[in-house]
T-cell receptor, first 113, second 115 residues
């Protein structure tokens, strides 16, 4: 089963509103990343937050990480129709001499014009 | 090249046949990753290469799956005796190194359909 679990599974909002997506994970991590996927095509990296960071900003994106709760949130402010996509969190952990990457099941965001 | 490329973009095969999927990472990227995504699902991590070495192959779903990387560049994912449950989009990604802030760069994927 996937370690990363996003919620909600689907989110529909009006253009201009903020969208918040959450991600929970189960084991200790090195980093947590958020990716966007449009219409089943390749994923695009949005932002990486390290396990010793609590908050990070990039443009209209704000990511928080709470390692005590093993959770992260992605906030997209002032959403646009072009933000319509699926958003995935991904954790990476270095163990037994290699990296393991776990992607969540994703949140499908729909921004209505 | 400008990005990660994968070939073929689509592959339809009959149950029991072998298939080979190819990934060309971004030049200079030492880390390469393979994932599988079933319809409407998240990504399932298959294998990670650092250079030509894959320290952990336990993510591969069965012994019908194998992957190799040569010259620290191109990688191939081979599925032998394909089954219908192998139908999915197979995504490849590369990065300069694991844990880099720029993340992984994904290819467009190969959509595999097993009839």
């Amino acid at each position: 089963s996937q370690q990363g679990e996003e919620d909600p599974q689907a989110l529909s909002i009006q253009e201009g509103e903020n969208a918040t997506m959450n991600c929970s994970y189960k084991t200790s991590i090195n980093n947590l990343q958020w990716y966007r996927q449009n219409s089943g095509r390749g994923l695009v990296h949005l932002i990486l937050i390290r396990s010793n960071e609590r908050e990070k900003h990039s443009g209209r994106l704000r990511v928080t990480l709470d390692t005590s709760k093993k959770s992260s949130s992605l906030l997209i402010t002032a959403s646009r129709a072009a933000d319509t996509a699926s958003y995935f969190c991904a954790t990476d952990r270095f163990t037994s001499g290699t990296y393991k990457y776990i992607f969540g099941t994703g949140t499908r965001l729909k921004v209505l014009a | 090249g400008a990005g990660v490329s994968q070939s073929p973009s689509n592959k339809v095969t009959e149950k029991g046949k072998d298939v080979e999927l190819r990934c060309d990472p971004i030049s200079g990227h030492t880390a390469l990753y393979w994932y599988r995504q079933s319809l409407g699902q998240g990504l399932e991590f298959l294998i990670y290469f650092q250079g030509n070495s894959a320290p952990d192959k336990s993510g591969l779903p069965s012994d019908r799956f194998s992957a190799e990387r040569t010259g620290g560049s191109v990688s191939t994912l081979t599925i032998q005796r394909t089954q219908q449950e192998d139908s999915a989009v197979y995504l490849c990604a590369s990065s300069t190194r694991s844990g880099t802030p720029s993340g992984q760069f994904f290819g467009p994927g190969t959509r595999l359909t097993v009839l």
